[in-house]
C-alpha cells in the first residue's frame, strides 16, 4: 500500500499525500520542539486558566522539558504575588470567564513588583471565542494560542514567543465585546419605495367650512432612556427630521408640577450577601450521601460524620485491613495549620504559611471538610486518614501512603498523585479532573461517581478495582492502566488487551 502514496514537500503545517489521483492532507508534528537557545532549566512559566485539564496540559508538557517551575493558578487575584517570582512568558486561557482572562493581564501590567516587566504574555483562546480577545491586543500581547491545542504546538510556540518576542498590533476597532454586540439592537430595515399617487380629479370648488378648533394631541409618554436635568426645559423638536428623536419629547410631570423620577422614592439598597467560604461552596458541591445537612446542629454533624467513619473502617476492616494511629498525629495542631495555610492562599502568599507535611506519619489524622489546595503531602503515610470533602486540587501527593484513607467528596483537581498507593481508599464522588495517578495503586479502591476526566492513568493498578460507576473514564486511560479479570470498567470501556488473567 505505500508504494502508492507519493510524499509531496508543502509549505505551511502538513504534507499532501496523492493516492490514485486524490489528494489528502496529512497533519504532521514538529521534529524539533523547542530550540537550542533555549534554557529550559532556567525557565518559568505562568498559566492563568479555569481549565483543569489545560492546566495540567501545561504543566505536564514543559515539566518534560525539566523547567525550573509552572506557576499555576485559576484566580485573577494572585497576578501580583506570582508575578513576583520572575517567570519569563505568561499563557492566560480566555476559555470560560474571559473577563477574569482580562483581569489577569491587567493586574500583570499593573503589578508594582514585577522584576520581568516586558514578559511576553500568550492568550489561549477557542477559534469561537475570538472576538473576546480583541481588548487584549490593546493591553500588549504576544501571541494568540488556538484552542484545543497539542503539546508539540504548545511547545513550539511558547519556544518561538520566548525567542522572538513581538508585540501583536491590535486589530482594526470591530463594533464591541460579545456582550455589547447582544445589546445593540439589530439595524432598521430600510423603507420599501412607494409607487407614486395617482392624480386626484378636480372637483367642483366647495363652500368654505367653518375653522374648527385644532384637535389637543394626546400626551406622548417619554421613553425610559429619556433624561435631562432637573427643572430645565424641554429641548425644541428637530425641524425637519421627519420623526422624533428620543430627547424631543419632554419628561412627564405630575399634576404638582414635580416629575416623576424626582419626587418618586429610590428603591431602598440591596443588603449586601456575606460571600460563601470555601468550605461552604464545597459542601454545596459534595454529593448528598457525603453532605452534612446545614439545618443540622453541631452535635448532630458530628455524630453524622462519626458514623460515616465508622462504616468506612467496618468496611476495610472486612476487607483484612488493621487501622492505626501515627506517630505525627498527636503534635498535629490541624486547626493552625489549616487556618495558616487559608491566609497563605487567600493573601497569595504575603500571610500565613503554606502546609507541608511532607514526609510525616499522619495514619488516622483528621482533615476532614479543610482547605488544602496546594498543600504538600508528599511521601506522608496518610493512611487511615479522614479527609472527606476536603479541598485538595493541586495538592502534591506524590509517593504518599493513602491506604484506607477517606476521601470521598473531595477536590483532587489536577493533584499529583504520581505512585501513591491508595489501595482501599474511598474516592467516591471525589473530583479527579486532570490528576496525574500515573504508578498510583487502587486496587480496591471505592470509585463510585468519581469524576477522572483527563486524568493521567499510565501504569495505573487498577486490579480488582470496580470502575463501573466513574464518570467521564475514557478508553484510552484503561488502555493504558493495569488491568485484570476483576476489574469492573464503566459501560463502553473494554479491558486493555495486555489484561493480567
Known amino acids: 500500500m505505500l508504494r502508492h502514496f507519493a510524499l509531496h514537500k508543502s509549505q505551511g503545517k502538513g504534507a499532501l499525500l496523492h493516492q490514485q489521483g486524490v489528494i489528502w492532507y496529512r497533519m504532521r508534528h514538529p521534529t524539533d520542539l523547542h530550540s537550542g537557545g533555549i534554557t529550559w532549566p532556567k525557565t518559568k512559566i505562568l498559566v492563568f486558566s479555569q481549565d483543569d485539564a489545560f492546566r495540567f496540559l501545561v504543566r505536564?508538557?514543559?515539566?518534560?522539558?525539566n523547567v525550573r517551575d509552572v506557576l499555576s493558578t485559576a484566580v485573577p487575584d494572585d497576578a501580583e504575588h506570582l508575578v513576583g517570582y520572575g517567570p519569563d512568558i505568561a499563557l492566560v486561557d480566555f476559555d470560560g470567564d474571559w473577563q477574569a482572562a482580562l483581569g489577569f493581564i491587567a493586574r500583570i501590567k499593573a503589578a508594582p513588583k514585577n522584576p520581568n516587566p516586558a514578559m511576553p504574555i500568550l492568550a489561549a483562546v477557542k477559534a469561537a471565542d475570538r472576538d473576546v480577545v480583541g481588548p487584549a491586543f490593546n493591553m500588549g500581547i504576544e501571541g494568540v494560542v488556538p484552542k484545543p491545542v497539542s503539546g508539540h504546538e504548545l511547545t513550539r510556540r511558547?519556544?518561538?514567543?520566548?525567542l522572538h518576542p513581538a508585540r501583536v498590533e491590535a486589530p482594526a476597532?470591530?463594533?464591541?465585546?460579545?456582550?455589547?454586540k447582544a445589546a445593540a439592537p439589530p439595524p432598521a430595515p430600510p423603507p420599501a419605495p412607494q409607487p407614486p399617487a395617482p392624480p386626484r380629479p378636480m372637483a367642483p370648488a366647495a363652500k368654505p367650512a367653518a375653522p374648527q378648533p385644532a384637535p389637543i394631541p394626546s400626551p406622548i409618554p417619554a421613553p425610559a432612556a429619556a433624561k435631562r436635568p432637573a427643572g430645565g426645559a424641554a429641548?425644541?423638536?428637530k425641524p425637519g427630521s421627519g420623526r422624533l428623536a428620543a430627547d424631543d419629547v419632554a419628561m412627564a410631570r405630575r399634576p404638582s408640577g414635580g416629575p416623576l423620577p424626582d419626587l418618586d422614592p429610590a428603591p431602598p439598597p440591596a443588603a449586601p450577601t456575606k460571600p460563601a467560604s470555601a468550605i461552604e461552596v464545597l459542601a454545596a458541591k459534595a454529593p448528598a450521601q457525603y453532605r452534612l445537612d446545614?439545618?443540622?446542629?453541631?452535635?448532630?454533624?458530628?455524630?453524622?460524620?462519626?458514623k460515616a467513619k465508622a462504616d468506612w473502617q467496618m468496611e476495610v476492616a472486612a476487607a483484612g485491613h488493621a487501622a492505626r494511629k501515627g506517630s505525627d498525629v498527636?503534635?498535629?495542631?490541624?486547626?493552625?495549620?489549616?487556618a495558616a495555610h487559608l491566609a497563605w492562599l487567600q493573601s497569595q502568599g504575603a500571610q500565613g504559611t503554606r502546609a507541608n507535611v511532607q514526609g510525616m506519619d499522619l495514619a488516622g489524622a483528621d482533615l476532614s471538610r479543610t482547605v488544602l489546595a496546594n498543600a504538600t503531602f508528599r511521601e506522608a503515610d496518610l493512611c487511615d486518614a479522614t479527609l472527606t470533602e476536603s479541598r485538595l486540587d493541586g495538592a502534591d501527593f506524590r509517593y504518599a501512603k493513602l491506604e484506607a484513607a477517606d476521601l470521598a467528596g473531595a477536590n483532587l483537581g489536577v493533584a499529583q498523585l504520581r505512585h501513591a498507593k491508595c489501595r482501599l481508599a474511598n474516592l467516591a464522588g471525589a473530583v479527579l479532573r486532570g490528576a496525574d495517578l500515573s504508578g498510583a495503586d487502587l486496587r480496591g479502591a471505592k470509585l463510585e461517581g468519581a469524576d477522572l476526566k483527563g486524568a493521567t492513568m499510565i501504569s495505573c493498578d487498577l486490579r480488582g478495582t470496580d470502575l463501573s460507576k466513574a464518570e467521564n473514564m475514557a478508553q484510552a486511560q484503561a488502555d493504558k492502566a493495569f488491568c485484570d479479570m476483576?476489574?469492573?470498567?464503566?459501560?463502553?470501556?473494554?479491558?486493555?488487551?495486555?489484561d493480567d488473567a
Open 486 to 498: 476483576k476489574t469492573k470498567l464503566p459501560p463502553g470501556i473494554m479491558r486493555p488487551a495486555r
Open 158 to 162: 511558547v519556544s518561538d514567543t520566548l
Open 60 to 65: 505536564s508538557t514543559f515539566r518534560k522539558l
Open 173 to 180: 476597532p470591530t463594533t464591541s465585546t460579545p456582550a455589547a
Open 330 to 338: 498527636a503534635g498535629l495542631d490541624v486547626t493552625a495549620i489549616v
Open 235 to 237: 429641548p425644541a423638536p
Open 294 to 306: 446545614p439545618a443540622e446542629d453541631a452535635a448532630a454533624a458530628r455524630k453524622k460524620a462519626a
